[in-house]
């Protein structure tokens, strides 16, 4: 993290020394939480995670980064993540699917839903109620959860958000955020989606006849609605309307897949990088290459995905639970 102050601008280089000094993500911690069989109002996450949480918080609330646009709020928030590592599947714990809190191993979407989860409750006070734990995990988690599942219902492996084109469309039908992808100019994408499904040695979840059919049902449902991206050779042309904190989805070229990778867009010295978690053995990072120039020079990746989060009370999202609605 230390690396990047220097090129950001002093709101960010204030904000992460505060948050900086009081949390690491470097150092060894236990298992991440599990909260989901817990009562509501009850202290369920490790202390580990509950230390990297507070010290955001407390940082943020000192800087008093609450005032600041959403979108610059994510961008000074993923800044502080800088350095954290990389870990694929940190949400696949047990057998039943439940909501996993961890802020110590990350990867490149669970940057993003983590970014944005905190920034939502730093903008409704979290700050204030630092004192009272149990309250704050539960209003984290309803967001993490509102965020991270379908209809904000957890209802097995196929209630997860697995496709990130589906994340954007159903986060924005709750109005968490705007897809504005077709408003920077993004073209229609009607590739059949259907890559989970045809991998399941790649996901011991689909030995599960009912979560297989489910996902089936899914990618069907995503084939015929279609996405809309900007090509690589237009990035550059769109790149002055997109902003600090923009969620950046990276559209993929394999078969079946609609999303590669996912990060944040940050401007540094006039261009635009990716704030991303980049890969296995690496760690949360800032694009060495400009947005568009990293996007051309992957051969898996052909385009990109923009979308925009709302501030806090543009919207009531729907309450997560486990296995009823709200």
């Not at 990109?304 to 806090?312: C, M, S």
Request: some cysteine.
């Amino acid at each position: 993290m230390i690396k990047y102050r220097a090129i950001f601008g002093p709101i960010a280089v204030i904000a992460l020394f505060v948050i900086g000094t009081r949390w690491s993500p470097f150092e060894p911690h236990p298992p991440p939480a599990d909260p989901s069989g817990a009562p509501t109002g009850t202290i369920s996450w490790n202390d580990a995670d509950w230390d990297v949480f507070s010290s955001v918080i407390a940082g943020a609330e000192e800087a008093r980064l609450a005032m600041l646009p959403m979108g610059e709020l994510m961008a000074v928030i993923g800044q502080s993540f800088v350095g954290t590592p990389h870990i694929p599947g940190t949400l696949d714990v047990g057998e039943t699917e439940r909501l996993v809190i961890n802020f110590r191993a990350l990867d490149c979407v669970t940057f993003v839903e983590t970014v944005q989860a905190l920034s939502v409750v730093i903008k409704t006070g979290a700050g204030e109620r630092l004192d009272d734990r149990a309250r704050l995990e539960t209003e984290y988690e309803q967001v993490l959860g509102t965020l991270r599942y379908r209809n904000s219902f957890i209802d097995g492996y196929a209630s997860r958000l697995h496709y990130f084109s589906e994340w954007i469309s159903d986060n924005e039908r709750k109005l968490l955020l705007s897809n504005v992808t077709p408003d920077l100019g993004g073209i229609i994408d009607r590739e059949t989606i259907d890559f989970i499904s045809t991998h399941p040695d790649a996901y011991p979840q689909l030995d599960d006849p009912r979560a297989l059919e489910d996902m089936q049902t899914v990618e069907r449902r995503l084939s015929q609605r279609g996405r809309y991206f900007i090509p690589q050779d237009r990035i550059s042309a769109v790149a002055d309307q997109i902003r600090n904190g923009d969620i950046i989805a990276a559209t993929s070229t394999e078969d079946g897949l609609d999303v590669a990778h996912t990060g944040l867009a940050l401007w540094v010295d006039d261009v635009l990088h990716l704030l991303h978690a980049p890969l296995v053995g690496e760690s949360v990072q800032l694009s060495a290459r400009p947005l568009s120039e990293r996007i051309q020079a992957i051969d898996g990746q052909d385009g990109i995905i923009v979308a925009r989060a709302h501030e806090p009370g543009e919207a009531t999202p729907p309450s997560i639970t486990n296995g009823e609605e709200s």
